[in-house]
């Protein structure tokens, strides 16, 4: 498939999700504070036009040997990552950011406001899944038939992959994203992913945002 690494560059997401940004916060099923709810309402009208919302990506084949699975450099035997795209014989390879805007007010504002902080890091995190929302929606239409994404770090798809991906969309240069030795990116809201393209869609693996992932003791996890 074309080796053309593309760039795609929203102006805007669907509003935000309040519900989504209380999960991240941690909240729970707890009622929210009066403070809470006003914090939340603050940060959101300050966040208005100050994130980016840009992401990089190809299409690359799929080659199967020796139980393991080839897209290009990356090379892997992760077995979710096999099934996940078990019908596919191509990928979209992705990496999204919404920019360094929130890191900078997650840093400033914690040691002087701890709950500010907390929901600058939930809305970056609701951002970040909105927009790989829109792109998988984005995909959909032009392909048809695609899988769910599924990122290095989740179940048995190790985060060192990371590199792999990092190499094949040159993030740094297409979109300003960097990953350290510590596989830690930066800017910290950001996400890379891979999307299996299917000739029928029917790919058996249609989950939830949390079915895919072996860590059963996230915070964040959604219990459906």
């Keep these: ?89 191509k990928a979209i390879v992705f990496a999204a950011t919404v920019g360094m805007w929130i890191d900078r007010k997650i840093i400033r504002y914690g040691s002087v406001s701890p709950l500010k902080s907390l929901i600058y890091e939930a809305l970056g995190n609701e951002r970040i899944e909105a927009l790989c929302d829109e792109f998988e929606n984005d995909m959909r239409k032009k392909y048809q038939y695609t899988t769910d994404r599924f990122s290095p770090g989740y179940g048995d798809f190790d985060i060192g992959y990371q590199r792999d991906i990092f190499r094949m969309l040159d993030c740094q ?43 059963l003791n996230c915070t964040y996890r959604i219990n459906d």
Aim: hydrophobic letters at 30%; glycine letters at 8%; aromatic letters at 6%.
């Design 173 to 215: 240069r297409k979109i300003g994203l960097t990953l350290n030795e510590s596989l830690m990116m930066s800017p910290s809201k950001s996400v890379t992913a891979i999307m299996g393209i299917e000739k029928c869609g029917d790919d058996g693996e249609k989950t939830g945002k949390c079915e895919g992932c072996s860590l």
């Design 1 to 89: 498939m074309s080796s053309i690494i593309y760039l795609k560059e929203y102006a805007s997401l669907p509003p935000v999700d309040i519900g989504e940004l209380f999960r991240y916060s941690g909240l729970g099923k707890s009622e929210p504070s009066y403070e809470f709810l006003s914090e939340v309402d603050e940060i959101i009208k300050d966040a208005e036009g100050k994130l980016t919302f840009k992401i990089c990506y190809r299409s690359v084949d799929i080659d199967y040997s020796d139980n393991c699975i080839m897209l290009e450099n990356l090379r892997s035997d992760s077995g979710l990552l096999k099934r996940r795209l078990k019908n596919s014989s």
